[in-house]
């Protein structure tokens, strides 16, 4: 079945720090590709999404790029804010299921 | 863009008692939709779909006589949480699709039984 192997965390940076999550899939055909973040006691907000390889997502200044030969989607950015402090799940979804496989989440703790 | 809500956001029931969730979809038809039950500090477990006018989905494990999942309409589903117990504690999400790739989540609830 489809699974998901994401980075464990917690990872805890310094403001400006750069930020790597570590994602890879394995999944039946070429699903599409999402990271969904989480503050607390709140509901999952898609951050950016990528639907086929080599696709680059992007927002506030996340990256992910959709990478087939090594079944991968890590998130990246340049340089966090402590506003960045949550919880981040790596998400495949294939097509024909219609059902996104969550990661185990990362919990991601920015200091000032 | 798609909105979708949940409610509560918040309750505290006895044990042995029911509660509902609601999960609408604002501004889009919603032909699917999911219930989530989040543990702390852990990923999210897929409980259910739910297909307007037809029966849900359970995910094994799941028992369908203790989480009645109802999609009435193009815009609503409900999980009702019956004979609650303590165990039953958790933060359920519910996620409202509108086409293969739009996937919107609601805020969440998260249910205590005392």
């Known amino acids: 079945g489809d699974s998901v192997t994401q980075m464990e965390g917690p990872v805890t940076l310094s403001e400006e720090a750069f930020l790597t999550i570590n994602c890879t899939y394995t999944a039946t055909g070429y699903p599409s590709l999402f990271w969904y973040v989480q503050y607390p006691g709140e509901g999952l907000q898609l951050l950016l999404k990528?639907?086929?390889?080599?696709d680059k997502g992007s927002n506030k200044g996340f990256e992910a790029t959709y990478r087939k030969e090594t079944t991968s989607f890590h998130l990246e950015k340049g340089s966090v804010q402590v506003s960045d402090s949550a919880v981040y799940f790596c998400?495949?979804?294939?097509?024909?299921?219609?059902?996104?496989?969550f990661g185990s989440g990362t919990q991601l703790t920015v200091l000032p | 863009g798609a909105v979708v809500s949940q409610h509560p956001s918040r309750v505290i029931c006895k044990s042995g008692t029911s509660v509902k969730i609601e999960c609408r979809s604002l501004d889009f038809q919603a032909t699917t939709m999911f219930w989530y039950r989040q543990f702390p500090k852990q990923s999210l477990m897929l409980m259910a779909t739910s297909n307007e006018g037809s029966k849900a989905t359970y995910e094994q494990g799941v028992e369908k006589d203790k989480f009645l999942i109802n999609h009435a309409s193009l815009t609503l589903s409900t999980l009702t949480v019956t004979s609650a117990h303590p165990e039953d504690s958790s933060f359920y999400i519910c996620?409202?699709?509108?086409?293969?790739?739009?996937?919107?989540f609601g805020s969440g609830t998260r249910l205590t039984v005392v």
């Open positions: 996620s409202a699709s509108r086409s293969a790739l739009g996937y919107t």
């Open positions: 990528a639907t086929k390889a080599d």
């Open positions: 998400a495949p979804l294939v097509r024909a299921a219609r059902q996104l496989t």
